[in-house]
């Protein structure tokens, strides 16, 4: 009988290698920027008069360094160094070929005048800004139309100092969206690396209309209670690898977004290619989230090594009508689990649209979502699940969880369709059916996940 169980077990592995034409094929970019490589000229900031006092405001001094290392951009690029001292500057914006170089000791401090972040128009995929209607202030660090730019160092500091920002949020008294800490856009071959971001004013790192961005040895912290404070956003980006980060804050760790509504929709750049890896924190919001902007449409992600604690939710999908788009070919794998309200959530109805304009029978298409290797202590819930009243959540798969849920109903799934195997507690009726090989179409898998599936032996990543 053991003989004719393996067998079975071959054959299935065998039947889904067959199946390749939504299979993740792991993380297809990760290729980090080579840091050795040295910049042939590089200046420090004191030599355009900047004081490390925490006093002093350095805007004119950042904006002066850099104008100047751009007559090096076509000489092989040029690195500005910040050394150890307390750096209080307004926005600044780099170019390309450059490398902001932070030392150990070194912060970079965001003004708390509001006057020094400049008010920018609203990106095109959004059409107004995200809290407020009209502009909205521009990032700490700021680029766009860049080519080969590194923010990295020996684990130096930008602090936003958002305290002001979250008081004028709770208070009703902004006249434009709040900043963001660092925002690329329409920039390529971006790295940032080795360094700390505390408490952003609004979004942490947003790279937007992006390609080749890596994102790897990161800290994000700002407090479980500041609002909107997420960590890392890419945003209508492609080949984008964060690996081995550390996030806590008032929102969402990572977030993928792809526009707003009809704005995203016509605007049509999706993000695509994302690969996620050994990310660790906690947030009273989700670990993972995609949406709920997502209206140019996400797919190929793939997230594995993932440890979320002490949050809310740890994998969760938000859209509404209105936002057209799509989720798809989405693959999470090797998901520790401590502390934590909901491990799987997909919202069909979230609203939140930019105005009166968009289409409600623009319905979103979210296909596609595998979901395997998880394991959860002191959960509360395992799954919520809820798509859109004729609009189905369709081949969701979950694969190998086993979650210690307290929750005397430990799943709420409505309108969707999928499979599951070895789900404890079992799955909810909609998505109970078995994984077999004439669903393997249906599902995402990666390659280390068909090979391991004739034993189910548990890897999980710590």
């Not at 709040?178 to 925002?183: I, T």
Request: glycine fraction near 10%; aromatic fraction near 10%.
């Amino acid at each position: 009988m053991k003989r004719l169980s393996t067998l079975v077990d071959v054959f299935l592995v065998l039947a889904l290698f067959s199946c390749s034409p939504w299979t993740v094929w792991g993380s297809s970019y990760c290729n980090r920027i080579n840091l050795k490589e040295v910049r042939p000229h590089s200046v420090s900031i004191t030599e355009f008069g900047a004081v490390g006092d925490g006093i002093t405001l350095n805007t004119k001094a950042f904006q002066n360094a850099i104008f100047y290392l751009n007559s090096f951009a076509d000489k092989g690029g040029a690195k500005l160094f910040v050394p150890a001292g307390r750096w209080l500057t307004g926005s600044f914006d780099l170019i390309s070929h450059l490398t902001l170089w932070l030392d150990s000791d070194a912060v970079i401090l965001g003004s708390t005048n509001s006057d020094d972040w400049p008010v920018v128009e609203p990106l095109p995929s959004y059409g107004r800004g995200r809290e407020l209607p009209g502009g909205r202030h521009r990032s700490l660090i700021y680029g766009r139309n860049l080519t080969d730019v590194v923010i990295t160092g020996n684990n130096g500091t930008i602090d936003g100092q958002g305290s002001i920002w979250w008081d004028k949020f709770r208070n009703k008294t902004l006249d434009y969206t709040r900043p963001h800490l660092v925002e690329l856009m329409n920039s390529t071959g971006v790295l940032i690396s080795n360094v700390t971001f505390l408490n952003s004013p609004f979004w942490t790192v947003h790279p937007v209309y992006c390609s080749h961005v890596t994102i790897h040895n990161v800290t994000i912290i700002a407090p479980l209670s500041s609002p909107n404070t997420d960590g890392i956003n890419p945003d209508s980006s492609d080949n984008v690898c964060i690996e081995d980060c550390y996030i806590s804050t008032g929102d969402d760790l990572i977030s993928i977004k792809s526009g707003w509504d009809g704005y995203g929709i016509s605007f049509g750049r999706p993000s695509t290619n994302i690969n996620i890896r050994r990310l660790t924190g906690k947030t009273t919001s989700a670990g993972i989230a995609i949406g709920s902007e997502m209206s140019g449409g996400v797919s190929e992600v793939h997230a594995e090594d993932i440890y979320i604690f002490d949050s809310h939710s740890a994998i969760r999908i938000k859209t509404s009508p209105g936002r057209g788009g799509y989720v798809r070919n989405v693959y999470i794998s090797n998901v520790i689990l401590a502390n934590v309200d909901i491990a799987i959530r997909f919202t069909g109805l979230y609203g939140e649209h930019p105005d009166d304009n968009y289409d409600p029978d623009a319905l979103p298409v979210i296909e596609r979502i595998t979901i395997t290797d998880v394991i959860g202590g002191k959960v509360k819930r395992a799954g919520l699940i809820q798509g859109i009243k004729g609009d189905n959540f369709v081949n969701i798969c979950l694969s190998n969880i086993t979650l210690n849920v307290t929750s005397k109903l430990p799943w709420n799934c409505s309108y969707v369709k999928g499979y599951s195997d070895l789900v404890s507690p079992e799955a909810c009726e909609p998505l109970n059916e078995r994984i077999s090989p004439e669903h393997c179409s249906d599902c995402c898998y990666s390659p280390n996940h068909l090979k391991s599936l004739g034993n189910q032996n548990r890897v999980a990543w710590v």
